[in-house]
């Protein structure tokens, strides 16, 4: 059959249908994904028990961070259409991984706010990219299992994450602070594997540049609206 104008998928290696680039940006997931739910269980704890944040404070905090990750990924998505996606993709794990480290040397709940401000702002800006290379660099019949994959190991990191964190606060007696520098340790790792990934030969995508920059359907902001309120 034919397949029109797109170009071939470049050929990569495959361990069970899955590229490198599936392989690596799971690992990464795994550990950026680890390195968060370290540290949330515990975010209230900091933000009431040592920096004295009244309880409301940790409502709007969250708020404000999950409302960014929400419209960041709309605008990302676009992002990766007009543009090279490995870059975008480190600059998210990048933004992320730093703020945990931003966290820790909070004094005051202002800061952590801005904090999860920028973790938020980077999940936002990294995950449709990272899907989208995900989708590129796999053949179409592969595309539910390298997606499956991904998800499981991001999944298992959600698992690993407060298991450690738990212990950790355990063996530190109960110190929060040094949470967020142990936690940094995994979310660099994260970073440092995007170093594996490669642009695949399909990216960025190919189209008119009134398709690419025009303005989106209205059907599309209506969904990304109820998305940004209510998922």
């Known amino acids: 059959m034919g397949t029109g104008n797109r170009p071939p998928i ?3 290696r495959h361990f069970a249908g899955l590229s490198r680039n599936v392989v690596v940006l799971s690992w990464v997931s795994f550990f950026q994904d680890a390195a968060s739910e ?10 009431t028990g040592v920096l004295g944040a009244p309880p ?22 676009r992002l990766a259409d007009i543009r090279r996606r490995r870059p975008l993709v480190a600059a998210g794990y990048g933004i992320s991984s730093l703020s945990k480290l931003v966290i820790g040397f909070a ?15 980077g999940k936002g800006l990294r995950t449709s990219p990272r899907d989208a290379l995900i989708a590129a660099d796999t053949a179409t019949e592969h595309r539910g299992r390298a997606f499956g994959f991904n998800r ?25 602070r040094p949470l967020f520098f ?5 979310a660099a790792a994260s970073v440092a594997l995007i170093g594996l990934v490669r642009e695949p ?7 008119s540049s009134r398709q690419l920059r025009g303005p989106l359907p209205r059907r599309y902001w209506k969904v990304v609206t109820f998305l940004t309120l209510f998922g």
Do not use: C
Not at 163 to 171: M, V
Not at 201 to 207: I, K, M, S
């Open 10 to 12: 470049e050929p990569t």
């Open 152 to 176: 499981a190991l991001d999944t298992a990191g959600a698992v690993v994450g407060p298991l450690a964190g738990l212990a950790l606060y355990e063996a530190l007696d109960h110190r929060i």
């Open 201 to 207: 030969v399909t990216t960025p995508a190919q189209g």
């Open 56 to 77: 409301s404070v940790v409502g709007l905090i969250e708020g404000v961070a999950e409302g960014t990750a929400s419209v960041m990924k709309a605008v990302s998505g």
């Open 38 to 47: 370290m540290l949330y269980p515990v975010l209230p704890l900091f933000l």
């Open 107 to 121: 004094t005051g709940w202002p800061l952590v706010l801005v904090a999860r401000f920028a973790d938020r702002f």
């Open 182 to 186: 142990v936690a940094f340790v995994p």
